[in-house]
């Protein structure tokens, strides 16, 4: 009985402990599980990998810090797989306040300061130049209300000046982008449903396809909507992201944590056995007396 | 200006609004309601983000009347106050990407923000422990739902559990699914049935034009 006793009431300290020590060893010292690339990602992979010299994606990020992390590898290694395609224009929108320090960091990582220039915007990433290739337009508030008032308006909701006040009209102007109809792909990086809202306001009126990469508790959502055909494509949470890295070979930080993700929700898997097992062997004894 | 304070006003402004957006969206309609709708979305925008500074105001209320009175957790009153107060002097002051704004939100804002969402698997694990506890049919689906899809999930479960990736598979994107589109279903129903109880001028509760009657019994 004292088994059973001893199973039902661990202190949760322990498991705190045990997550806590298990986490930081496996990002320290990990061991390469191999990964098996879902159906979605391999699509997604495709999806980005099809673009045509010409086409215009909008990049928005609906990210907060608190998805920051999940989403990081998802981030890096999709929009590094997007400028490697020669000839493709970038917009970057953020639909949340915090989104637009996250965009600037991942630019920095994927890119380098171009010559002359000491900082952001003026980033080159994989040889497409600032205000040649690509614009950073920053955080748009109102969310939905915002990708509504995009699809209707295009131009005057985009405005001409972009997050850091430089006049990006030229930008727009030589690429011949008036209008929402000449968004090729939206991408949306999501812990709040942007993709949701661009889906609504683009797919459904302009036929966009819209790709959205999301955190975990999003995933159910988002299946349901890319198996009835809304999303062109998804990368869930950081399992997609890992698999998304180790399909555009952009090894880092989703592939890393995935050793630490394993064992963790194995110890999931073994709490939830202790956790029977305890109660089976004496809560609920005790209730029946 | 006396019809400001009058309910029909913003019952009828309420009436026209819903119809200027919902029609267009719905049918063909000439370019000029467009417009219409596109203006009123335009505006919904500006609305939004001076209802951030409503917010804004209403907690600094809020909070200093929280530490005039000693209430519990006064003193963090004191701190959303200054790194509230700090945010909105600097950001207006020397602009949005100014580096000691940006230096505001990378040394306070991100951190406190991605704490609190990381906290949560030290309570999930807790909770594997003591919710998952098989007293009873419907827990025990549940529960072994919960093992397939995590076996699925983790790279280490579908190398030493191959078996259960298909039937967790099976289980995402038949079971689940049904249930998550008859949610799905049920909002875009009740969004279409909500819009036109809007357009007949039936739904005031939802703009605070009438108050919600609360039964007595429904309040305990």
Redesign the interface.
């Known amino acids: 009985m004292s088994f059973f006793k001893t199973l039902a009431n661990i202190d949760r300290r322990y498991y705190y402990a045990t997550v806590f020590i298990l986490t930081t060893l496996l990002l320290l010292f990990p061991f390469g599980l191999p990964l098996k690339i879902s159906p979605e990602v391999r699509v997604t992979y495709d999806r980005i990998d099809s673009l045509q010299p010409g086409d215009l994606v909008i990049i928005n990020f609906c990210l907060t810090a608190s998805g920051y992390n999940e989403l990081k590898g998802a981030c890096n290694s999709m929009i590094a797989h997007v400028f490697e395609k020669p000839g493709v224009k970038v917009i970057f929108t953020a639909t949340a306040d915090q989104a637009p320090i996250m965009l600037e960091e991942i630019i920095a990582n994927n890119g380098e300061l171009m010559p002359g220039y000491s900082d952001y915007p003026y980033y080159s990433i994989r040889g497409k130049q600032y205000g040649v290739d690509y614009i950073n337009m920053g955080y748009y508030p109102g969310l939905f209300k915002w990708i509504a008032a995009l699809s209707a308006d295009f131009r005057n909701s985009l405005g001409n000046n972009d997050w850091y006040g430089v006049d990006v009209s030229g930008f727009l102007d030589s690429n011949n982008i008036m209008e929402a109809s000449d968004v090729d792909l939206v991408i949306s990086f999501d812990s709040d449903d942007g993709a949701g809202d661009f889906m609504r306001y683009f797919y459904l009126e302009y036929g966009t396809p819209v790709i959205q990469s999301m955190i975990g508790v999003m995933v159910a959502g988002a299946k349901v909507e890319y198996n009835a055909g809304n999303y062109a494509a998804i990368v869930p949470s950081i399992r997609g992201a890992a698999e998304y890295q180790f399909l555009a070979n952009y090894p880092g930080y989703a592939l890393t944590q995935m050793d630490a993700f394993s064992v963790v929700q194995f110890f999931l898997i073994l709490l939830m056995v202790i956790g029977n097992v305890g109660y089976y062997g004496y809560t609920r004894k005790l209730k029946e007396r | 200006m006396s019809f400001l304070k009058k309910k029909e006003f913003y019952v009828v402004l309420l009436i026209v609004v819903s119809i200027a957006i919902y029609i267009p969206y719905f049918f063909r309609v000439p370019q000029e309601l ?1 417009n219409l ?2 203006w009123l ?2 505006t ?2 500006i609305i ?2 001076l209802a ?1 500074w409503v917010g804004f105001i209403t907690s600094t209320r809020r909070e200093v009347v929280k530490i005039q009175r000693r209430r519990r957790g006064w003193f963090y009153g004191i701190v959303i106050l200054v790194l509230s107060w700090a945010m909105v002097i600097i950001g207006i002051g020397v602009g ?2 100014n580096v000691i704004f ?1 230096l505001l ?2 040394a306070f ?6 704490t ?3 906290i949560i ?2 309570y ?3 909770a ?3 919710a ?4 009873s049919f419907e827990s025990g689906v549940l ?1 072994l739902g ?2 397939l899809l ?2 699925k ?7 030493l559990t191959p078996w259960a ?1 298909p039937v967790a598979v099976y289980l ?2 038949n079971v ?2 049904a249930a ?2 008859v949610f ?1 279903v049920s909002l875009a129903v009740g969004s279409v049935v909500l819009a036109i109880r809007l357009m007949l001028g039936q739904e005031m509760a939802l703009v605070g034009l009438v108050q919600r009657v609360v039964r007595r019994d429904e309040e305990q």
């Open positions: 467009i709708q596109n979305v335009d919904t925008v939004g983000a951030v949005k990407t940006e939100q990378r804002v991100l951190p406190g923000d991605s609190i969402y990381a698997v030290f999930l694990t807790s594997g422990a003591r998952f506890r098989v007293n529960t919960a093992l995590l076996l999930q983790a790279p280490l479960g579908e190398l990736a995402e994107n689940a699914m998550t589109r799905s």
